[in-house]
C-alpha cells in the first residue's frame, strides 16, 4: 500500500461519512438557501433600480456615467479596470463570486473543524493510526473536505450561470468561461481556509477550540487587511490572504499568477503546520 | 494474508528466531514524571506476555509507545524485526487494542473494520470477507450495520478486538481487553485468545484481573511506576517463594501437627477460600518432597483435600513485589 493509496481510501471514507452526516446536509442546504436568499434581494434591488431609471428616464444618463462600472469596480478595485471581460458577465454572478468568497471560508472552517480534533477527543484516531501514515489521514481528510466544497460551488455556480443565462446584455460563451474562471478561482482561495481549518484541528483535542480558533484566525486575518489601511502597518497587508485576491481575476499572467502561487503558498503553510502539529503529538 | 506488507518480504524478519517484540532501556518523561523508566521486553512469536502492575505503572504508555501513539524519548522498539515508530513497518504486523479508544461513532461496524482492512493492504472484497470473519468470531455477526456509536461497551470492546486482530498480525496489544465485559463475552474472548495464541500470533496483555493473566499467559512483566519489578515466565513468577496451597473442604486441620512437620517453615490459613498456603523450608530437594510430607499428614488426620496446587499465585506474588 503507497501513500496515494492511503490518501485516496481515507479520502474515500470521509466522504461516504460525509455523505450520511447531518451536519454535511444541512450546511450544504443551508448555504444554498442564505446564497439563494441573497441572490434573490440582490436581483430584486437592481430590478428596482433598472424599473427606477427607466421611469426617470436616466438610463442614458447612467450609462453616460458609468455608474455600472463604477459600482463593479468599488467590489473588485481599481485593478479590474483593464478586464473587460469582467464587464460583459452578467452582474449576479458577479455578486455571487463575491458573496461566495466572503461566506464560503466561514463554510470551510464549519465543515472541518472537527475532522482531526472530534478524532484526537475520542482517540479514535488511532484506529487509523497504526495503518496509515498521519500525513495520509490528514490529506485524505482535507481532500474529502475539499471535495464537498468543490461539489457546492460547482452546483451554485451551475445554478448561477442557468438563473442568468437569458441575460440578454451577456454572451453564452463569455458568461460560461467567465463562470469557470470564477469557479477555478473559489477553490483556489478555498484550499488556503480549508488548509487553516486543519491546522486548528490538529492543534487541539476538542472540537469547540478548534472551531473557537478557526474562527478567530477568520477576523484575524480580515483585521489584518483593515489594519493595512493605516501608513505604518501597510506591511501586515501582505500576510493576509485576502490582499492576494483582487489580483486574481487579472488576465495578465504576471498578474494572476504571483496571486496563485501566494494562495497555494497559505495553503502548504497551514497544511504543513498542521502535518508538523499532527506528527508530533501524542495521539 | 499480509502479503502486502514490507516486513513480510524482509527475509530477516521471516526468521522464526525473530523477538515478535524487543524493547531495549525504553523511557518514556511526561515533564518531570518518568512514566516508563528503561523498559527492556522480549516476546518471541506465538508468546502470550502478560502485563501486571496498579494504575499508573506505566503499562498503557508502553502499548502506546509500541503502537507509534506516543513517542519515546529514549531506548528502541522493534516490532517483528523491524523498527517501530514507521508505519510502513508496522502495518498489518502490529494489532492494537487501545484502553480509551472509542470506535468513530457515525460509521458503521462493518465499514470501520472494512476501511482498517483495507488500509492494511487488502483488496475490497477480501478486506470485507476478513472483517465479517472476525465480527463472527467475536460473536457479532449481526452488527455489521450498526454505527459504532450505538454499540454497548462490551459490544465496542468486542468490535474493538476484532479490528486488533485483522489481518493475522504477528504481535497484538490488548490493553484490559475484558474490562467491561460481562462474564460469558469474557470467557468468550479468553477462548479467542487461546485460538489466536495457537495460530503463531503473539500477545501482549495488560489486565487487572490477575487470574486471567495466569490462564492466559505464558510469562509477564511487573511493573510499578514506570520501572520493572520483576519479569520471567509465569511458573517462574509464581513458583520461585517455594509455596504449596492446600484447598481443604473444612475448615478444621491439624495445625500443629503441620506447624511441626520439618519441611513446613511457614503456614496460614484463609477462611474464606479454605486454602492454607505452606511455605516450605528452604534447602528442600524438590518441593515434591514437601508436598508428598503435608499430603501424608492430612490423609492420615481424615482431612479432606479439595485442591492443591504449587507456588504463589499471581495476585500473591504481585502483592508480595510491593
Known amino acids: 500500500m503507497n501513500r496515494p493509496q492511503e490518501i485516496a481510501l481515507v479520502c474515500g471514507h470521509e466522504l461516504n461519512r460525509a455523505v450520511r452526516s447531518p451536519k454535511a446536509a444541512i450546511l450544504f442546504l443551508l448555504y444554498a438557501l442564505v446564497a439563494s436568499f441573497s441572490g434573490f434581494i440582490f436581483i430584486h434591488v437592481t430590478g428596482a433600480f433598472d424599473e427606477q431609471l427607466d421611469a426617470l428616464h436616466m438610463r442614458d444618463l447612467v450609462d453616460q456615467m458609468g455608474v455600472y462600472r463604477k459600482a463593479v469596480l468599488l467590489f473588485f478595485g481599481e485593478g479590474a479596470a483593464d478586464q473587460a471581460w469582467l464587464f460583459q458577465m452578467p452582474p449576479f454572478l458577479l455578486f455571487f463570486y463575491k458573496f461566495n468568497l466572503f461566506f464560503l471560508p466561514a463554510f470551510a472552517v464549519l465543515m472541518g473543524f472537527d475532522q482531526l480534533s472530534g478524532e484526537l477527543q475520542t482517540r479514535s484516531l488511532r484506529y487509523l493510526a497504526t495503518r496509515a501514515h498521519r500525513s495520509s489521514v490528514l490529506l485524505g481528510k482535507v481532500l474529502a473536505q475539499f471535495a464537498i466544497l468543490a461539489l457546492l460551488v460547482v452546483l451554485m455556480s451551475l445554478g448561477a450561470l442557468l438563473f442568468t443565462r437569458a441575460a440578454p446584455e451577456s454572451s453564452w460563451g463569455v458568461t460560461l468561461l467567465g463562470t469557470l474562471r470564477f469557479c477555478g478561482l473559489t477553490l483556489l482561495v478555498m484550499s488556503a481556509y480549508l488548509s487553516l481549518t486543519a491546522l486548528f484541528s490538529a492543534l487541539t483535542r476538542t472540537p469547540l477550540y478548534a472551531l473557537i480558533f478557526a474562527l478567530c484566525a477568520l477576523v484575524f486575518l480580515w483585521l489584518l487587511g483593515a489594519l493595512a489601511n493605516f501608513d505604518s502597518l501597510a506591511f501586515l497587508r501582505w500576510l493576509s490572504p485576502a490582499t492576494y485576491e483582487p489580483a486574481l481575476i487579472s488576465t495578465k499572467p504576471g498578474e494572476v499568477l504571483p496571486s496563485v502561487a501566494a494562495y497555494l503558498a497559505f495553503s502548504a503553510l497551514f497544511l504543513g503546520g498542521a502535518l508538523t502539529r499532527l506528527r508530533s503529538r501524542d495521539l | ?322
Open chain 2, 1 to 322: 494474508m499480509n502479503t502486502a506488507t514490507p516486513s513480510s518480504q524482509d527475509a530477516p524478519a521471516q526468521n522464526a528466531q525473530t523477538p515478535a517484540l524487543a524493547i531495549e532501556g525504553l523511557v518514556k518523561r511526561f515533564g518531570a514524571l518518568t512514566a516508563i523508566d528503561g523498559l527492556s521486553l522480549t516476546i518471541a512469536p506465538g508468546e502470550t506476555h502478560g502485563f501486571i502492575g496498579p494504575n499508573g505503572a506505566g503499562k498503557t504508555t508502553t502499548f502506546s509507545l509500541i503502537a507509534g501513539f506516543l513517542s519515546a524519548d529514549a531506548g528502541s522498539i522493534r516490532v517483528n524485526g523491524q523498527a517501530a515508530g514507521d508505519i510502513s513497518n508496522l502495518r498489518g504486523v502490529i494489532g492494537v487494542l487501545p484502553q480509551d479508544a472509542l470506535l468513530p461513532p457515525k460509521d458503521t461496524v462493518g465499514r470501520a473494520l472494512t476501511l482498517y482492512a483495507r488500509l492494511q493492504g487488502m483488496a475490497k472484497a477480501e478486506a470485507e470477507g476478513e472483517a465479517r470473519r472476525w465480527l463472527e468470531r467475536v460473536g457479532l455477526k449481526d452488527s455489521w450495520k450498526a454505527p459504532c456509536g450505538t454499540l454497548s461497551h462490551g459490544m465496542a470492546k468486542r468490535v474493538g478486538i476484532a479490528q486488533a486482530f485483522l489481518g493475522a498480525p504477528k504481535l497484538v496489544l490488548l490493553d484490559e481487553p475484558t474490562a467491561g465485559l460481562d462474564p460469558k463475552s469474557a470467557h468468550q474472548l479468553r477462548e479467542l485468545i487461546r485460538s489466536v495464541r495457537e495460530s503463531g500470533t503473539a500477545l501482549l496483555i495488560s489486565s487487572h484481573n490477575l487470574s486471567e493473566l495466569e490462564a492466559l499467559c505464558d510469562s509477564a512483566t511487573i511493573l510499578e511506576r514506570g520501572r520493572v519489578l520483576t519479569q520471567g515466565a509465569l511458573s517462574e513468577l509464581t513458583s520461585e517463594l517455594n509455596v504449596i496451597r492446600v484447598q481443604i473442604a473444612g475448615n478444621t486441620f491439624p495445625e500443629t501437627a503441620l506447624r511441626d512437620l520439618w519441611v513446613v517453615h511457614d503456614l496460614s490459613f484463609d477462611k474464606a477460600s479454605r486454602t492454607m498456603s505452606i511455605t516450605l523450608t528452604a534447602g528442600l530437594d524438590a518441593p515434591e518432597v514437601g508436598i508428598a510430607e503435608v499430603l501424608k499428614l492430612l490423609l492420615r488426620e481424615g482431612v479432606p483435600v479439595s485442591g492443591l496446587s504449587k507456588g504463589h499465585g499471581l495476585e500473591a506474588r504481585v502483592i508480595s513485589l510491593k
